[in-house]
């Protein structure tokens, strides 16, 4: 009985130390492997530093000037896109490199805020560039400076309250500066324009139904009505409410007096609510 029990301790004793040497062993390579992993996070870490320089100038390429207030016409969702993709490979944390955070060097900490700025600064481009991307699209052809306003814009026909309205909305997530007030200029275009429409609108649903003129029409208000006519931008919504005066001018003898004004009216190029002009017609208060 003695010799079976004593080779049965034997095996069991070389099985507890085999397992003993391979915990061991097992420990010794996750250490060499950790510190492995340390090295190369304070290398590649020393690195980032020349990224984020490069990635600060990319950004700062997006906008006109140096304070960082306007951003350049023409940005796209994609360019910033290409950027948030860089800053993502930057890696600066712990978590990234499979290593405690004390064991990081010691710039990482300051790597790590600059990162967090520049990505910061991305979601506010981002923000500014899809407002400007939902401006321009009110207008037939955009608009044409992203650092002055310019009353030269001309809406799109088919134009609503909601779509001004809702570019006015986001940008209660933003703090007034220049930036927002130069927006906000280009919306109050786009009122003044979209109010002289719906008026005219409503004035004609007055002055005829099934093409044909009510009592509400009056000399006075088809005057009013050319004149209005005259300022519009839009050439389809010009030639719209011309056909309009059109047959109130027919059925009531004013064909004349129409074709006389609107050949006055309507010279240029579309724009007929001249810049000397827009204080009077398209740039009313629209605070």
Excluded: H
Aim: include cysteine.
């Amino acid at each position: 009985m003695g010799k079976p029990l004593l080779k049965t301790l034997t095996v069991v004793a070389v099985g507890v130390g085999s397992v003993a040497i391979c915990l061991v062993g097992y420990r010794q390579n996750n250490q060499r492997q950790y510190q492995q992993r340390v090295e190369y996070a304070q290398t590649a870490i020393a690195s980032e530093t020349d990224s984020i320089a490069s990635l600060k100038k990319e950004v700062a390429s997006l906008y006109l000037n140096e304070d960082r207030t306007f951003l350049k016409a023409g940005i796209t969702a994609d360019d910033i896109s290409q950027l948030v993709g860089k800053l993502s490979m930057i890696k600066v944390s712990g978590e990234e490199y499979g290593i405690e955070e004390n064991a990081l060097p010691a710039d990482a900490k300051e790597i790590q805020k600059q990162k967090q700025a520049i990505d910061d600064e991305l979601k506010d481009i981002e923000a500014k560039q899809k407002i400007q991307e939902a401006t321009d699209k009110l207008f037939t052809k955009g608009v044409s400076n992203w650092q002055k306003a310019e009353n030269d814009v001309i809406i799109k026909k088919d134009l609503k309250e909601t779509d001004v309205g809702s570019i006015r909305e986001n940008l209660n997530f933003f703090e007034d500066d220049k930036w927002t007030a130069l927006v906000k200029e280009y919306l109050g275009f786009a009122d003044a324009q979209l109010d002289r429409v719906t008026k005219l609108q409503k004035e004609f649903d007055r002055m005829l139904k099934d093409d044909k003129v009510t009592d509400a029409v009056t000399y006075e208000n088809y005057l009013s009505a050319v004149d209005s006519i005259s300022k519009i931008r839009n050439k389809d919504l010009k030639e719209k409410y011309t056909k309009l005066a059109e047959t109130v001018a027919s059925q009531m003898g004013y064909a004349g007096y129409y074709g006389n004004t609107t050949d006055t009216a309507t010279t240029g190029d579309g724009y007929s609510d001249s810049m000397t002009d827009s204080s009077e017609t398209d740039s009313e208060s629209y605070y």
